[in-house]
């Protein structure tokens, strides 16, 4: 059997690198699997694509241009893409490699156009790495339903007109979803209910199987040693947050009301908060306690130590499908803080393995890391069933089984059709 992934990226982002582990786990469980990208930032041989070099420039000029028309036009309140062109050389690539099974991931930013989901002749799996698929542009739709019906007057391009953009983009993936099999699979409870949701898949099979992991790279490592590679204090409480604070839904802007919060709480802890990513002055600047800030990071053997040399995982995310740092840090035995939202509690249980704060009360988060800061015998707990949960449903082999068995299962189904 053969299987060709399609995304936009390898592994830039975390949609992505979480596209990139399930190539990565199902080769390693003997399917012949190949990953074709719009744009490839790895060295994997089994990845197929133009380097960011190769693209050339027109190609990033037609980019540019569309982001500036989306900007210009419709001053987008939140990530918005439409695919007004799709990748050819990508497409053919994709039927010349001669699949039994095409899997989908993150194809936005002009990777694939709806209409080209007829092209392959092959069944179809799609899965979500956000809302995007079920939508008519909008990456992730806020308060907003109208990916139910059929969107319009958007409110991320802060829209008035039903016939804008957003609804001819549904239109566009209504009519080719119409013409093919394909199906669903979200990494979790609440991105399988979008799907259920959406005018688009409603009616389609889907199924929720969580993205895999290296659970040897990303485990527990004695804490004291992970502190002295990056500088902490052996002392501290350390409070990891892991996002970019350009993207609003995952919340580094509530960084430091959280802080000043927990601040109000322990007086004299001393507590340090460890910053990964592109987190920016929003997250960092005037923090009532030390701040140690990495920047972004692609070795995951260093992320690894972020994770292990910390005492807890800040996940102040708004919206989310459910992101890699939660699994990542749990793995590596570092219980999480976060609001109970999107696909977070699939793992986080509440008072079990973390903490699940209201939405969007900055209060209870705060009061969340108090507990953990205060408490080393729940620090314990949780640590191990973090760990004891991202075992029982992220191994790379338990994953790689269970897409085996959808593909089969699809591909059964295309015959008997």
Request: glycine share 8%; charged share 25%.
């Amino acid at each position: 059997m053969r299987v060709v992934h399609i995304s936009t990226y390898d592994v830039a982002g975390g949609a992505a690198i979480a596209a990139y582990r399930i190539h990565r786990c199902l080769k390693g469980a003997g399917v012949d699997s190949l990953m074709v990208v719009r744009e490839k930032h790895s060295s994997d041989e089994t990845v197929i694509g133009p380097s960011p070099a190769e693209r050339g420039i027109a190609q990033r000029g037609i980019d540019f241009l569309m982001s500036l028309f989306l900007k210009w036009r419709y001053r987008p309140a939140a990530p918005f893409s439409v695919n007004m062109r799709g990748d050819a050389r990508l497409v053919s690539s994709v039927v010349g490699l001669a699949p039994d099974l095409v899997h989908l991931h993150w194809v936005a930013n002009q990777c694939l156009v709806p209409e080209s989901l007829g092209v392959f002749g092959r069944p179809l799996v799609w899965t979500f790495h956000d809302m995007w698929p079920a939508t008519g542009g909008c990456h992730y739709s806020g308060n907003c339903r109208k990916y139910q019906e059929q969107c319009g007057a958007c409110p991320v391009l802060r829209s008035k007109n039903e016939a804008d953009i957003s609804r001819r983009e549904f239109l566009r993936k209504l009519k080719s979803l119409a013409e093919v099999e394909i199906v669903t699979v979200s990494p979790s409870t609440w991105g399988a209910e979008i799907a259920d949701e959406s005018a688009l898949f409603r009616r389609r099979p889907r199924h929720v199987i969580p993205h895999p992991l290296d659970l040897g790279r990303f485990a527990p490592r004695p804490r004291e040693e992970c502190r002295k590679r990056l500088g902490l204090s052996p002392a501290s409480k350390v409070i990891m947050f892991c996002g970019a604070a350009a993207e609003r839904r995952k919340g580094a802007h509530l960084i430091r009301p959280c802080a000043e919060a927990l601040s109000k709480e322990i007086k004299n802890g001393d507590v340090l908060f460890l910053l990964v990513g592109d987190t920016g002055a929003m997250a960092g600047n005037g923090l009532p306690f030390p701040v140690k800030s990495i920047g972004t990071i692609s070795d995951e053997d260093l992320l690894s130590a972020c994770y292990c040399a910390s005492d807890m995982t800040l996940v102040p995310s708004l919206e989310d499908i459910l992101c890699n740092v939660v699994v990542e840090s749990m793995a590596c035995g570092t219980p999480c803080v976060a609001f109970r939202v999107g696909g977070i509690p699939d793992f986080v249980e509440h008072m079990v393995n973390g903490y699940l704060a209201e939405p969007f009360s900055v209060a209870d988060l705060a009061r969340g890391l108090r507990m953990l800061i205060e408490s080393e015998e729940l620090r314990g707990e949780f640590s191990a069933r973090s760990r004891a949960q991202v075992e029982k449903k992220c191994g790379q082999e338990i994953v790689a089984q269970r897409y085996t068995r959808l593909y089969e299962e699809a591909m059964k189904g295309r015959r008997r059709g």
